[in-house]
C-alpha cells in the first residue's frame, strides 16, 4: 500500500510539474516504477548523475544547491523546476546535491518518461469506445517479454496478435509439440506443467492468470515444447505466431557474441554462466563459470547482480539464447555465446581437475 507521504508527492507531481500534469491517471500509477524518490535532511550531500539521455531532476519540497563540474553553482527549489527540470549530467560524470533545506527530489529516467507520455498517447488513439481493445493492449505492454522493447515494437506486436478461444480443459501448448507462437492470457486462468530430469509424471510448476505470458522458451531454442499448459478455465488468448516472435522479439533482445570476442569480455569483467545440467558441467566447463541450470534460472536470479555483466553459455545455444532472453527482460547486462561450449576453441576444465588444482595450489601456498 502506498504511504501518505508517496501520495502527497505524487499528489503534488500530477497536479504542479510537468510532464506529470500530462498523464493519465493509470500512466500516473506507474510513475513510481520509473522514477527515484529521495529524502534528505537539512546540510545532507548526495552524489547523482543520469543515464544515457539527461535524466531529470524535480525538487518536489526543499531547497537544494547543485554543484556540477567541480565549481559550477546552481540553486534549485519546487518553483524552478515545476515547468522545466533540472538536466543531470548523463553517466559518468556526477553532479552534487546539498540539501539547504529538508528536501524531497525525484530523479526520472528521462527515456522511460517519455515513453510514458508516448504509450497514453497510443492508448488514447486506440480506445475509441473500446474498452476490451484497451485492456488487451494494456496486458501486451505489460507483458515481461515487451517490457525492454521500444514503444512501436510493442504497438508492432500488438498489432500481429490474433485473438484464441480455449475451453476448460483443452491443452493451449503440449509437451513435444513444435513451438508455433508466444501467448498472452487475455481471460482465464491455466496451470503449466513439466517433467523433471528424475521425474516420472509431470508436476505442476505453475498456475496462470490474467497477463501471464508463456511459450517463449520453444521458439526461441528451437526445441519441442517442454511443457503442457492446460486451461482451468475458459481462456482468451493473445498469440504472437513464431515467425513475428523472431522478427520482433528474439532477434532483438538476444544479443550473440563469437567465441573470441567472448574470451576477450571474461578478460574485461564478463562472468560466465553455465546452463546446462550440472552433469555435463562436471564433465566439462569453462574455467570460471557458476552453474545455474535453465530450469532454475528464474528461482536463482537473485545470486546475480544487475551491476555486473554476463555471458550466458550452454552446449551449442539454443538453453543459452533462452536463459539470455530472461535475463535481459529482468534488467541484466547480458549476451549469449554462439555455438556454445561445443565451439569454444579454448581451454575446458572438469570439476575434479578444478578441485585437484585448487588442492595444489593451496599445498603450495
Not at 585448487?358 to 599445498?363: G, N
Request: with cysteine; glycine share 6%; charged share 25%.
Amino acid at each position: 500500500m502506498m504511504s501518505v507521504k508517496m501520495e502527497r508527492v505524487l499528489d503534488n507531481l500530477s497536479s504542479h510539474y510537468m510532464p506529470f500534469t500530462l498523464l493519465s491517471k493509470e500512466r500516473l500509477s506507474e510513475v513510481v516504477n520509473i522514477v527515484r524518490f529521495v529524502e534528505l535532511r537539512e546540510g545532507e550531500i548526495l552524489q547523482i548523475r543520469g543515464g544515457k539521455a539527461n535524466d531529470y531532476l524535480y525538487v518536489v519540497e526543499g531547497h537544494l544547491e547543485i554543484i556540477q563540474c567541480g565549481s559550477v553553482r546552481t540553486f534549485c527549489g519546487p518553483e524552478d523546476t515545476q515547468n522545466k527540470p533540472f538536466i543531470l549530467p548523463n553517466a559518468p560524470t556526477t553532479a552534487t546535491l546539498i540539501a539547504r533545506a529538508d528536501s524531497i527530489i525525484c530523479h526520472a529516467d528521462r527515456e522511460m518518461l517519455d515513453d510514458l507520455i508516448a504509450w497514453d498517447e497510443v492508448v488514447h488513439l486506440s480506445e475509441d469506445g473500446d474498452s476490451e481493445l484497451h485492456d488487451r493492449l494494456e496486458l501486451v505492454r505489460n507483458s515481461l517479454v515487451f517490457r525492454r522493447l521500444p514503444l512501436e515494437v510493442v504497438e508492432t506486436a500488438f498489432k500481429k496478435m490474433e485473438v484464441v478461444e480455449v475451453k476448460t480443459g483443452e491443452n493451449i501448448i503440449t509437451m513435444g509439440d513444435e513451438g508455433d507462437a508466444y501467448y498472452i492470457i487475455s481471460s482465464g486462468t491455466a496451470e503449466t506443467y513439466q517433467i523433471g530430469l528424475y521425474d516420472d509424471e509431470p508436476t505442476k510448476i505453475a498456475s496462470l492468470g490474467e497477463g501471464d505470458a508463456f511459450g517463449c522458451e520453444a521458439l526461441i531454442s528451437g526445441n519441442k515444447r517442454c511443457e503442457t499448459v492446460v486451461a482451468t478455465s475458459d481462456c482468451t488468448l493473445l498469440a504472437l505466431n513464431h515467425e513475428a516472435f523472431d522478427h520482433i522479439i528474439r532477434n532483438p533482445l538476444i544479443k550473440t557474441v563469437h567465441p573470441n570476442v567472448a574470451k576477450t569480455m571474461t578478460e574485461t569483467g564478463y562472468k560466465l554462466i553455465d546452463v546446462r545440467y550440472a552433469e555435463e558441467f562436471d564433465d566439462h566447463h569453462i574455467p570460471g563459470a557458476i552453474l545455474i541450470p535453465l530450469y532454475e534460472l528464474r528461482n536463482r536470479m537473485g545470486e546475480l547482480s544487475t551491476d555486473e555483466r554476463y555471458i550466458v553459455y550452454c552446449h551449442a545455444g539454443g538453453r543459452s539464447a533462452v536463459a539470455t532472453l530472461i535475463l535481459a527482460q529482468n534488467q541484466f547486462d547480458v549476451v549469449s555465446l554462439e555455438g556454445g561450449v561445443r565451439d569454444w576453441p579454448f581451454e575446458t576444465v572438469a570439476v575434479e581437475e578444478e578441485a585437484a588444482a585448487t588442492t595444489s595450489a593451496a599445498a603450495n601456498g
